[in-house]
């Protein structure tokens, strides 16, 4: 099966004529993100995903290496037909209504003059805008226009999205709504790929992340492979019995009393023989789980250290 | 039907452009200004000294109609600059260009909605020219498809040069190049004054054999209002000035798409 997305050793440099500088956006950045898949594209402010998705678009060509949408070039019209792209603080025409935009990416998407009318009233219902459709976008609040561009990238039904931060600006409801939209997108089998800096909505909506910083590709993998089981087990107790605690201690184990019971975090091998001997001693435990990594904990760890905010 | 939407979009993008009709009011005030002198001069030439009152008259209007003319090619350059870079400075290029639009398309329906542009602004010319020559009280001794035809062909020379340029520097540059150009083809068009300079007549003929001759390409070869004897111009010298006209800004259009193609779309 042709990959929808596939950059393969891609190279981007940015040359500044007048200093005399250059400077590497992409270097050999290589990964692939497979049909009917949802793709979080994870990096810092200046990691180059801006720069990846203006190479997948076409909007600037790769120095080296190669990059492919849906088996095709970069910018091809065919490929184009077939998606849907949100950009980074979407840009509009003041002076159009919601309706009027919607009509004229329509047109350009190459939307029958019949379905035009009917599909933009169901996308704007689809992105609450019912209601504000002869406003000028002019007068739209930042989550409005946001949700607008969502709808806009929705007009040619797309096989698939390419979103760069489509929740920013929106409050905690509109982010709700478009992560709702996202698995809908999802359930109907369209592959999405999204950058975004909200990693615990990432980690809800994606199967799969891929993380570049500076440039380079640090991590590309499932979300279930990430975020595989860490080596800690946490514990909960009513209470913590005195004659455990060198026990604990030993083992290298982290107690924190809470509201709720006293916490105990212990490496994953101990913890059957942690509730044995809570138990023994007369204690009740609560809950006991592993400790997962959180795709925030990863990130940090691959990125966090390099680039101190 | 792409570039059609497109074209509208720009053309309906003009009209609400703030910089644009700041520009046509303050070009309609001195328009209102330069009929002050012409009014008084009509209104003389009823209190005796026609001849000289008429005259005057015919060279007021005469004035009138070369700097509407000449604005005009301004405002081609200018709008044609401007389409291009306000796409590239606010960002909306990405959201047109992310739709199955072609580069070429996209500049080319730009080109059409600037030509839109100057259309409305020919039929106005076009009005004002049968106002003046009312007022002047004489006939314009031309067809009426050459006051209409003849400048959207120069226009369309002057646009397509400002867009070949703004796609490979600021629009302001552009429009002051393209300016700049137009200066220089009405100082190296021909007159009646031999040039005694052998350098300057060298550099001269050669710059006017490079650039698009605006004395070829202008209404006013055809337009007068003092004189009823026109040389008759056959269709075969129209149709090869105007394709002469058409052939320039096809090759500027082209430069500009060839140039618009590998340029990285980004936000400014």
Known sequence: ?309 | MILRTIAFNTFGTFLRDKILIVVAILFTCGLGLMMTPLLGAKAMAGMGNVAQAQALVLEIVSIILIFTSGFGSLLAAWAAADSVATEMKSGTILAVMARPVKRWQFLLGKFFGVMLLMSTYIAMMFVLSYLLALIGGEKIHSAPWVLVLYPLVRYSIYAALAMALVTVMHPFVAWGITTGVALVILMVEPTGRPVTNVGWRWIKNIVYTILPSSGLLSEERFLTIKDASLKHTSWLDHATTLAYGLDYALVLLLLAMWSFHSKSLRRD
């Open chain 1, 1 to 309: 099966m042709t990959p929808a997305i596939e950059f393969d050793g891609v190279t981007k440099v940015y040359r500044r004529r007048l200093a005399g500088q250059e400077v590497p956006a992409l270097t050999h950045v290589s990964f692939s993100v497979n049909e009917g898949e949802v793709c979080a594209f994870l990096g810092p402010n200046g990691a180059g995903k801006t720069t990846s998705i203006s190479i997948l678009m076409g909007f600037q060509p790769a120095d080296w290496g190669q990059a492919r949408v849906l088996g095709l070039e970069p910018g091809d019209v065919r490929a184009k037909k077939k998606i849907g792209f949100v950009p980074e603080n979407f840009a509009f025409y003041k002076h159009l209504n919601a309706l009027k935009l919607l009509q004229f990416h329509a047109a350009l998407a190459g939307v029958p003059k019949e379905s035009i009318a009917p599909r933009t009233a169901d996308l704007l219902n689809k992105v609450k805008l019912t209601g504000y459709e002869k406003l000028k976008i002019g007068k739209y609040s930042r989550g409005m226009v946001q949700r607008l561009g969502i709808a806009q990238a929705l007009l040619g039904d797309p096989q698939l999205l390419i979103m760069d931060e489509p929740t920013s600006g929106l409050d905690p409801a509109g982010r709700k709504e478009v992560r709702d939209l996202m698995f809908a997108l999802k359930a109907e089998g369209k592959t999405i790929f999204l950058s975004s800096h909200i990693l615990s909505e990432v980690e809800q909506i994606c199967d799969k992340a891929i993380i570049i910083n500076r440039g380079r590709l640090v991590r590309e993998g499932a979300m279930q492979n990430l975020l595989a089981s860490g080596d800690k087990a946490e514990v909960l107790a009513d209470r913590l019995p005195a004659e455990l605690e060198p026990q604990l201690q030993e083992w290298g184990a982290a107690v924190e009393q809470t509201p709720h019971g006293v916490r105990i975090t212990v490496p994953l091998e101990r913890k059957r023989e942690l509730a044995e001997l809570l138990w023994a001693a007369g204690a009740d435990v609560i809950s006991l789980h592993p400790l997962k990594n959180s795709l925030e904990d990863l990130y940090m760890q691959l990125v966090g250290s390099e680039n101190p905010s």
